[in-house]
């Protein structure tokens, strides 16, 4: 790695980074998620609904998005049952949120391109038992399985 070159501008170059089996994933929660069609806040949500995942949508502006009841914040989530936190969020608002989630019993992260920054890796390098993924399309690695 360069002296200039950030962990995530190397793993960018290594094609992502990717520490989760999705295979055994069925209820995920989407910080970011929006009913905005053009944004992929919505259409990360979309694709898994449409895949048959039970998600659990995060913005404080909805009270539901496609039909499913929308949760103001982690701290909102039920505290049982859901396997991954999907952040489609930028990177400065992705570390308030994975800070919340990690205090919250939370230990499954996905990190959509742009949500993840240095600042998160070194978090989450730092914590026991924690399973997380950088760079890699939710939307793409789910198809796969």
Partial sequence: MTPSMGKISELKQQGGLVLIDLKNIKNIAIIGATTNKEKYGYKVLKNLKDKGYTLYPINPK?????????????????????????????????????????EEGFRRFWFQPGAESDEIEEYLEKLPNVEYSFIKCIMVETSKN
């Fill in 62 to 102: 909805y009270n539901k998005i496609e039909g499913i009841e929308t949760y103001a914040s982690v701290k909102d989530l039920p505290k049982e049952g859901i396997d991954l936190i999907v952040f489609v969020v930028p990177a400065k608002i992705g570390i308030t949120a994975v800070k919340e989630a990690y």
